[in-house]
């Protein structure tokens, strides 16, 4: 799969920059990236400690590293009155969207009905914000449009991040103004659902993501993920859609901006 030789700019919508082995080297994460044209990126708050680090890697690195606020489903027994008003206080510092926040019924970390709660919470904090939203959702397809469909998220807008359902699910999403966000899983041969997905939604509400560092890509699959493998998520939705990888390059980074409201 050729990718180098891009003349346009890929924007990774979706990293984890404060996590560990990339927290330790984060010039050396974004040198490396730059070197594959990869030139923005969103580092994605997860709990209190998480969305404070991201704004501080965003302050230290921005504008091209942008920064969300949220708690994962995972944390959302953690998230009270208390920890709204902190989100709240964080977000004064400019995040471009809240999250990743939804649900996740395949490890069920948090009771099922907190993390239900939690979402719902959430997106009235992204609507008192005025931000888009990154959903997590895993296991739990019916519950989230139930949930976004009675918050009427529709008016927010925002992304399903690493998509992991079927075609019938992404157009109930895409129906609702939502994108669909792509990671290194639709570079793996048994990836046959997502590739449909890939393939049929339309490119202006495609997006990609590493969500580094997990979920590295082939070649580097089971490797620590880093924003610069974003590239070979690109190149293989231009070999599943017969187009050019810089269509898809410059298609994507288009819709991040737009989405994330960074002009």
Do not use: W
Not at 17 to 34: K, M, N, Q, W, Y
Not at 132 to 158: C, M, N, Q, Y
Not at 203 to 210: H, K, N, R, V, Y
Not at 213 to 238: C, D, F, M, Q, S
Request: aromatic share 8%.
């Amino acid at each position: 799969m050729q990718v180098r030789q891009v003349f346009g700019m890929y924007f990774d919508s979706h990293c984890h920059l404060d996590f560990e082995p990339l927290s330790g080297d984060i010039e050396g994460v974004l040198e490396r990236a730059t070197n594959e044209k990869v030139d923005a990126f969103v580092t994605i708050g997860t709990d209190l400690q998480s969305s404070k680090s991201a704004r501080a890697i965003a302050e230290k690195y921005g504008p091209k590293v942008s920064f969300s606020v949220g708690i994962h489903p995972h944390e959302a027994s953690s998230l009270d009155k208390r920890a709204v008003e902190e989100l709240m206080e964080i977000a004064g510092a400019g995040p471009v969207a809240v999250g990743e926040i939804g649900l996740d019924f395949h490890y069920d970390h948090s009771p099922r009905p907190v993390q239900r709660t939690a979402f719902a919470d959430q997106l009235d904090l992204a609507r008192d914000l005025g931000l888009p939203v990154v959903i997590h959702s895993r296991d739990a397809a019916l519950e989230t449009l139930d949930i976004l469909r009675a918050e009427k998220a529709f008016e927010l807008g925002g992304v399903v991040h690493c998509f992991s359902y079927d075609y019938s699910m992404a157009r109930k999403i895409l129906d609702m103004g939502f994108h669909i966000g792509v990671t290194g899983v639709v570079t793996f041969k048994n990836a046959h659902d997502l590739k449909e997905v890939v393939k049929k939604t339309p490119l202006d509400s495609l997006l990609i993501e590493t969500d580094a560092p997990y979920l590295a890509p082939v070649p580097y699959r089971g490797k620590t993920n880093e924003p610069a493998h974003v590239v070979y998520v690109a190149g293989a939705i231009a070999e599943i859609r017969s187009t050019g990888v810089e269509n898809i390059a410059e298609a994507t980074a288009r819709n991040a901006n737009r989405l994330f409201g960074k002009r």
